[in-house]
């Protein structure tokens, strides 16, 4: 057994050194801060094509919230609560999705439907 319980440390010790260094699939890009609020069918617009939700207040301004990537991975019942969290990029990352370019600074905080 102390095989096993000093690889799993070195590992351990390996991820912690390669992070910044080194590319860690499959690590969260966005690290929950808080919870800003709960949101039910009637509150929202749901657009599964952009992947968003669309909130619109009683004066007519609208603000569109991301839903998170784990959860579009699912099925979305019409009826779906979403928690409105707020999210810090833990890492500067950039890539290419569906032909568009994006990119994220670490430290950029966003909201997430989830």
Do not use: C, P
């Amino acid at each position: 057994m102390k095989t096993v319980e000093k690889q799993t440390s070195s590992l351990n010790d390996i991820f912690l050194k390669a992070e910044g260094f080194a590319k860690l699939y499959g690590k969260n890009l966005y690290e929950w801060l808080e919870d800003i609020g709960v949101v039910t069918a009637e509150d929202y617009k749901l657009n599964l094509e952009e992947g968003n939700i669309e909130l619109q207040d009683h004066t007519g301004v609208k603000l569109f919230i991301q839903i998170k990537s784990s959860v579009m991975d699912k099925l979305i019942d019409e009826n779906k609560v979403f928690t409105i969290g707020k999210f810090v990029a833990t890492r500067d990352e950039a890539g290419e999705y569906n032909g568009e370019s994006w990119s994220v600074a670490k430290g950029v905080i966003k909201l997430f439907a989830y």
